[in-house]
């Protein structure tokens, strides 16, 4: 299995990023995946996930309507559009696929918990 992030970059507060990440070496039907960040001296935080069956989405308080996830099931690719940032979204973005389908459990709690199959992580900055 394989994940790998593209995407990151430095932007100016306001603008716009759009992560994506393709997972290979497993189906795609009912997982979830989604985008972990780590700040610098931070704990890490669930962004976003997305159950890849049915398109069903979840969101940290901190990135609710300025983020959207989706995915393209044919590619195995999933999206992290992200919208009005703010100094404080500056973090290392990492892409996390649990390793087992979902099988009707909740979304977030079940994908936060992992495990996971990670990626090496992008950059993302935020000048101010």
């Known amino acids: 299995v394989q994940v790998v992030e593209s995407g990151g970059g430095l932007v100016q507060a306001g603008g716009s990023l759009r992560l994506s990440c393709v997972a290979s070496?497993?189906?795609?039907?009912?997982?979830?995946i989604g985008w972990f960040r780590q700040a610098p001296r931070m704990a890490r935080e669930g962004v976003s996930c997305?159950?890849?069956?049915?398109?069903?989405?979840d969101y940290s308080d901190s990135v609710k309507g300025r983020f959207t996830i989706s995915s393209e099931n044919a590619s195995n690719t999933v999206f992290l559009q992200m919208n009005n940032l703010k100094p404080e979204d500056t973090a290392v973005y990492y892409c996390a696929a649990h390793t087992l389908p979902l099988g009707g459990r909740p979304l977030y709690s079940t994908w936060s918990a992992g495990p996971h199959f990670w990626g090496q992580g992008t950059q993302v900055t935020v000048a101010s």
């Open positions: 070496g497993f189906t795609f039907d009912d997982y979830a």
């Open positions: 997305i159950n890849s069956a049915d398109g069903t989405t």
